[in-house]
């Protein structure tokens, strides 16, 4: 295909990588000059955690899914996941189906989890009417400007990720539709499978018990990541009234402890979130933007929105 040119999506801080079309940007020429460039923009993807395609004719979710195999992505099963999606394609789900005026903290996908997705596609089909960015952090950056008691503290002691499914439950998703099966005996098995535990209770609640570290070494650049999720699942996350509600009831979807069973701080909570929210990148989408994120190197959020808005992603096991 024609050039393109490459600048830095976030030029203040060098993350991100911007791709634009110089000539043709039909869906063949993407399709050509995806799968001559794989390797390198693999390199790229290590050096910048991110790379954003756009202005090529990407017109829907077939089109997006037939480019993401050009970049040899193979799909990860959300067998496990946390977010609610709804399956459009083969292999492609919306982003997240939580409501429009509620923001999603910054996070590694899957990182309550002993395997997760290494790279995130995402990809624009309709932009929201105002807000609705991905946001995103550097995890290398975070864990850099986290204060070092912290650091120290979750390197001692890692994270217990706790999950309920009540019975009726009115909040989170139903652990069938969160591990894709009717059955008791096979929703245990893969529960063992991903090196969790799981109890039931009387009522026919489950508790879903994980235990994970809060840091990762990248298997290319041995780059050591911040990669976990506790301030995201524990209730402080939650508004006040909200937390008070949900714990009255039992009715907490998830929340988290120190894997020996330790309470978290909430003032170490809200130094992370702090440091978290300080690393923050934004930009807006367009539409047909494609976004390719290698999930350790970096963190993805979305902000809240108002209109409608169609963002759709594939998880890869690449």
Not at 35 to 64: C, K, N, P, S, Y
Not at 168 to 173: A, F
Not at 272 to 298: E, Y
């Amino acid at each position: 295909m024609s050039a393109v040119t490459c600048v830095p999506l976030f030029a203040q801080t060098g993350d991100g990588l911007l791709i634009t079309p110089q000539g043709d940007a039909g869906l063949p020429a993407l399709h050509a000059y995806l799968a001559d460039q794989q390797t390198h923009l693999h390199r790229l993807m290590l050096e910048h955690g991110a790379i954003l395609l756009r202005g090529f004719e990407v017109r829907d979710a077939a089109d997006f899914h037939s480019s993401v195999k050009q970049l040899g992505a193979r799909p990860f099963e959300y067998v496990g996941g946390n977010s609610p999606r709804t399956r459009v394609a083969p292999d492609v789900y919306s982003s997240t189906d939580y409501p429009a005026s509620a923001a999603i903290s910054l996070h590694n996908e899957m990182s309550y989890l002993p395997q997760w997705p290494r790279r995130l596609f995402f990809y624009s089909q309709l932009p929201a009417m105002t807000g609705g960015q991905t946001s995103l952090a550097n995890s290398r950056a975070v864990l850099n400007a986290m204060p070092d008691s912290v650091v120290q503290k979750l390197r001692d002691k890692g994270v217990h990720y706790i999950r309920h499914f009540q019975p009726g439950l009115l909040v989170g998703k139903s652990w069938q539709a969160t591990y894709q099966t009717e059955d008791r005996d096979e929703l245990e098995s893969i529960v063992r499978a991903q090196g969790s535990t799981c109890t039931w209770k009387a009522d026919g609640a489950l508790r879903v018990s994980t235990r994970c570290d809060a840091f990762a070494s990248h298997p290319e650049t041995g780059a050591q990541v911040w990669f976990n999720q506790a301030e995201q699942w524990h209730p402080s996350a939650l508004p006040d009234k909200l937390r008070s509600l949900f714990a009255a009831r039992g009715m907490l979807a998830h929340e988290c402890e120190f894997a020996d069973g330790e309470p978290m701080d909430e003032q170490m909570l809200a130094q992370m979130r702090q440091v978290i929210n300080a690393s923050k990148l934004l930009f807006d989408w367009q539409k047909n933007d494609v976004l390719m994120l290698d999930n350790l190197l970096m963190m993805h959020g979305r902000e809240a929105f108002s209109g409608s808005r169609t963002t759709l992603a594939y998880l890869s096991s690449t």
